[in-house]
């Protein structure tokens, strides 16, 4: 495990923000108790942050479907407010997968919001994309994520940005570490997620790996009826969406939207109790 990285904020207060889309509210890792019915692998991360040391504060900013101008204009400003000392990154996924997407305008504003996000003297963690082997629907993409993650890896090194090169974890090779979607993390993706920034960042937690059985090689009826049902329950409505122009997130707001101390014993369900 690395030193720990963390550091109270310029005012003393120990301040986690998360910002991004769907990967970092908690798409996939279902919760009824919680914000938007997800949990996610940052609410985990700042319920181990509270448990190692206790006193932390958490916010949430990311909602699914945003685009990363969104994120630069919805929730760069209001993280800066809140004086973060710790701050969690992703985006530009979604962009990724609009075709007219221009990969280095992409990352040119990518690095606006990374250095403005690194200048606030917070610590601050970034993560490459996953290759996720979903359909050759998606193959045309590959290289977009190639380069995406190719400008990642540089500007945590030349901002001093902590990387959690999500793109070379081979437990996501498993598809049950991915939801029915297979876009999104499965519940047992988002613990191992949260274990990983934990270990980055030096923070001591008790999240161990599933461990399974290999999965059972599946016959031709059984993965062709399973391609059937992924394209009409996920493939179809997705472009039906972006034809219409509507996103799953355009009616739900930040999920801890403002910073709460997240509980020592409990986690943050305790503060909906």
Do not use: C
């Amino acid at each position: 495990m690395a030193a720990n990285l963390l550091h109270p904020g310029p005012d003393g207060r120990r301040v986690y923000v998360a910002l991004g889309d769907s990967f970092t509210e908690g798409v996939g890792d279902r919760s009824k108790h919680l914000p938007n019915g997800v949990r996610g692998w940052a609410d985990r991360v700042a319920e181990r942050l509270a448990k190692a040391d206790p006193g932390w504060e958490y916010a949430n900013l990311a909602i699914r479907s945003k685009r990363l101008r969104q994120i630069i204009g919805e929730q760069l400003e209001p993280a800066l407010a809140m004086k973060p000392s710790l701050v969690t990154l992703y985006a530009g996924g979604n962009d990724l997968l609009d075709l007219g997407t221009d990969i280095e305008d992409l990352m040119d504003d990518y690095e606006v919001l990374v250095a403005r996000l690194t200048a606030s003297g917070a610590t601050v963690v970034l993560f490459t994309g996953f290759d996720v082997k979903v359909s050759v629907l998606l193959e045309p993409f590959k290289r977009r994520n190639t380069l995406y993650n190719r400008r990642v890896r540089e500007l945590a090194d030349w901002y001093g940005a902590v990387l959690v090169d999500y793109w070379a974890f081979e437990a996501f090779q498993d598809p049950r570490m991915w939801d029915s979607d297979r876009l999104h993390m499965s519940k047992a993706g988002h613990k191992y997620l949260a274990a990983q920034v934990l270990d980055h960042l030096g923070v001591p937690h008790s999240i161990s790996p599933k461990e399974w059985e290999p999965p059972a090689p599946l016959g031709f009826r059984d993965w062709e009826r399973r391609q059937r049902r992924w394209v009409h329950d996920w493939v179809l409505p997705l472009f039906g969406r972006k034809l219409r122009g509507v996103t799953l997130g355009d009616q739900l707001t930040p999920r801890w939207p403002q910073p709460v101390r997240v509980p020592e014993k409990g986690g943050l369900k305790k503060l909906l109790a």
